[in-house]
């Protein structure tokens, strides 16, 4: 890949420090999910929080719902959906709108929770550099375990969506906490963008996860990989990036780097869309800065779910991709 279009990647052979485990399994199914799931739930128990992304009416890319249902249903015993609204005005804007999304997205197999609905909680950010807290929907707190189940494709402003946009965006309640993200000192609605914005996200992100401790898992689900996230609904880019697997991990830095790394690892035929949108809205700084706040590693050890669990390199994970080919699957 040319270098420029790199820019300040920095390949998994040349980071340093300490090493977590992500899982992987190519098997793009519910079966694939449960799998990678019974991994990385040791701690998932009590009043359980599955942090989806609802998406906007009828968009084409977002989890198969029939998959998390299967997930819910054989898996973890007392889940509930949740989300928050939506910082823009649209269908996910106001509440009632918002639960007439997930009615029409086929979310309303179990029970929801828009968290925002109330009010909001303000949690602590450790360490912050712009945040000393965070105000997210006033209802998290009353979860006991959390289960951040991920689409990981682009974002229009934060490169990419993976765990750490999913809650550090998504579990800040949709006025205050997505404001200070978004608007912070700058007068504008939408006037943080860059660096600072991927700052911004990953500690409204690290307020969650110190919260829950070791009683939050993740899942990033590679398939439908639009450049745009799926708050574009069916205005989302085309998807050109063929579908991978799903990843599971109990770190939130070392997943979201694996699914990254792997798009990288792809050929630039297959990959350079989602690398030029990551690589312009300074996408890696989510990852970099989620090390430096202590959020999880950049180094991690990949173990290949299909294959006996065995330990295997990003090469591995890319060398049998074919071209993305749309299946409808709800």
């Not at 739930?41 to 989890?63: C, L, M, R, Y």
């Not at 925002?116 to 979860?143: C, H, Q, R």
């Not at 991920?150 to 969506?161: E, L, Q, V």
């Not at 205005?235 to 979201?256: E, F, K, Q, W, Y």
Request: charged letters at 25%; a negative charge; hydrophobic letters at 35%.
């Amino acid at each position: 890949m040319d270098n420029k279009l790199l820019g300040s990647y920095l390949p998994l052979e040349e980071r340093t420090g300490k090493e977590s485990v992500v899982y992987f399994t190519r098997d793009l199914s519910a079966d694939g999910l449960i799998k990678a799931f019974r991994m990385v739930n040791e701690h998932i128990d009590g009043k359980v929080a599955v942090k989806i992304h609802s998406g906007e009416p009828q968009g084409p890319n977002i989890i198969p719902r029939s998959w998390v249902k299967r997930l819910l249903n054989e898996c973890i015993d007392d889940p509930t959906l949740v989300e928050t609204n939506t910082y823009y005005q649209g269908p996910r804007y106001e509440t009632a709108d918002h639960l007439k999304t997930i009615k029409e997205n086929g979310w309303d197999f179990a029970k929801v929770d828009i968290m925002d609905k109330d009010g909001v909680t303000m949690l602590p950010v450790t360490n912050g550099k712009w945040f000393k807290e965070m105000a997210v929907g006033k209802s998290l707190i009353e979860y006991d375990s959390m289960v951040v189940l991920t689409h990981y494709k682009g974002h229009a402003m934060g490169g990419f969506g993976g765990s750490n946009k999913n809650i550090g965006i998504g579990c800040a309640d949709g006025r205050i906490g997505k404001g200070m993200i978004h608007a912070g000192d700058s007068g504008k609605s939408w006037g943080v963008v860059e660096d600072e914005l991927m700052e911004r996200i990953s500690e409204s992100a690290k307020a969650t996860v110190d919260y829950f401790g070791d009683k939050i898992t993740y899942v990033n689900i590679m398939r439908n990989m639009s450049v745009d996230c799926d708050c574009a609904g069916v205005g989302a880019a085309p998807v050109v990036t063929p579908n991978v697997g799903i990843l599971s991990s109990r770190d939130i830095c070392a997943i979201d780097t694996a699914c990254t790394d792997i798009v990288f690892a792809m050929k630039e035929s297959q990959n350079k869309d989602l690398v030029e949108r990551i690589m312009s809205r300074h996408g890696l700084r989510q990852l970099s800065y989620m090390q430096e706040l202590g959020m999880g590693n950049s180094r991690y050890k990949i173990i290949d779910l299909d294959n006996g669990n065995k330990q295997i390199s990003l090469a591995d994970c890319v060398k049998d991709l074919v071209a993305f080919k749309k299946i409808d699957v709800r």
